[in-house]
T-cell receptor, first 113, second 112 residues
Framework: DQQVKQNSPSLSVQEGRISILNCDYT??????FLWYKKYPAEGPTFLIS?????DKNEDGRFTVFLNKSAKHLSLHIVPSQPGDSAVYFC????????????FGKGTRLHILP | KAGVTQTPRYLIKTRGQQVTLSCSPI?????VSWYQQTPGQGLQFLFE???????NKGNFPGRFSGRQFSNSRSEMNVSTLELGDSALYLC???????????FGPGTRLTVT
């Protein structure tokens, strides 16, 4: 049972445009969400997070939006740059801090020149 | 601070053999989690150790086991290797297990 879903395995976006990566979750006990970026042959690196008490968090070119009623979050990258080409993982953390973090399957983002 | 290190980086084993992977977390981090990454399956949680105790476990068979030492270093063992165990194994550390995790570069295991 996939509790965190990234329904788009891949996404291609023109350089300079906005990239929007989506993530859906099913468990209402999740209250903290994170995005990680992964290049080939490297481990994932933390990008940005959001707590369930907020609906938006911004860090430079990266903004995460959270819609609790729809159990949906999205990562916006503006403007998209060639170095943004990577796999992006959405992750959700439950209220019970002793419980595990669940990752989605990832979305591969291609930034086109 | 030094990052999370994993050894070895690459490993080739034969079906039926066993393997031990090692992870050294960031200094001061007490939580170490292990993940398996395969194409199309994303990051699948194996287990988490906190202060030498297994705190969480994913849905993997008993052939997958781990442990954590008093210095927070962790090892993961896979016995009776199967072809399907070929994957990138990632280790991540954090101070408490909640929130942002810091990943190592992974160990690429190939089972032939």
């Amino acid at each position: 049972d996939q509790q965190v879903k990234q329904n788009s395995p891949s996404l291609s976006v023109q350089e300079g445009r906005i990239s929007i990566l989506n993530c859906d979750y099913t468990n209402s006990m999740f209250d903290y969400f994170l995005w990680y970026k992964k290049y080939p042959a490297e481990g994932p690196t933390f990008l940005i997070s959001i707590s369930s008490i907020k609906d938006k968090n911004e860090d430079g070119r990266f903004t995460v939006f959270l819609n609790k009623s729809a159990k949906h979050l999205s990562l916006h990258i503006v403007p998209s740059q060639p170095g943004d080409s990577a796999v992006y993982f959405c992750a959700a953390s439950p209220l019970n801090r002793d419980d595990k973090i669940i990752f989605g399957k990832g979305t591969r983002l291609h930034i086109l020149p | 601070k030094a990052g999370v290190t994993q050894t070895p980086r690459y490993l080739i084993k034969t079906r039926g053999q066993q393997v031990t992977l090692s992870c050294s977390p960031i200094s001061g981090h007490r939580s170490v989690s292990w993940y398996q990454q395969t194409p199309g399956q994303g990051l699948q949680f194996l287990f988490e150790y906190f202060s030498e105790t297994q705190r969480n476990k994913g849905n993997f068979p008993g052939r997958f086991s781990g442990r954590q030492f008093s210095n927070s270093r962790s090892e993961m063992n896979v016995s009776t290797l199967e072809l399907g165990d070929s994957a990138l194994y990632l280790c991540a550390s954090s101070p408490s297990g909640f929130g942002e995790q810091y990943f190592g570069p992974g160990t690429r295991l190939t089972v032939t």
